[in-house]
């Protein structure tokens, strides 16, 4: 019943800019936390930012600490990631979750009960 879907992604100079939407829908019994995580190949997914949906607390990976911007509308069931000064190593499949976690789980995967499909970002030199 529930569905994350997210939108945003792209492709990009480095140094630019791009902002990621994830729009939630559907019947939740309880999530605290949502945020985004990415992926690369070869690479194991990782937290980049999650937000507690009380707006208590927010995790940054610390790669991305300083140029990511994590924020949500609860009244619109939205989560959005502004991503500035991109690096190429940003470059990854990122993915909108959602659950109830702890504050020390909430950058890990496993935690998370609700999945969207992903979107593209890469980055270019």
């Known amino acids: 019943q529930v569905q994350l879907v997210e939108s945003g992604g792209g492709s990009v100079q480095a140094g630019g800019s791009l902002r990621l939407s994830c729009a939630a829908s559907g019947f939740t019994y309880s999530n605290n936390c949502m945020g985004w995580f990415r992926q690369a190949p070869g690479k194991e997914r990782e937290g980049v930012a999650t937000?507690?949906?009380?707006?208590?607390?927010?995790y940054y990976a610390d790669s991305v600490e300083g140029r990511f911007t994590i924020s949500q509308d609860n009244a619109k069931k939205v989560v959005y990631l502004q991503m500035n000064s991109l690096k190429p190593e940003d470059t990854a499949m990122y993915y909108c979750?959602?659950?109830?976690?702890?504050?020390?789980?909430?950058?890990?995967?496993?935690?998370?009960?609700?999945w969207g499909q992903g979107t593209q970002v890469t980055v270019s030199s």
């Open positions: 937000i507690f949906t009380g707006g208590t607390r927010t």
């Open positions: 979750a959602a659950g109830w976690v702890s504050p020390a789980t909430m950058n890990s995967p496993a935690d998370f009960d609700y």
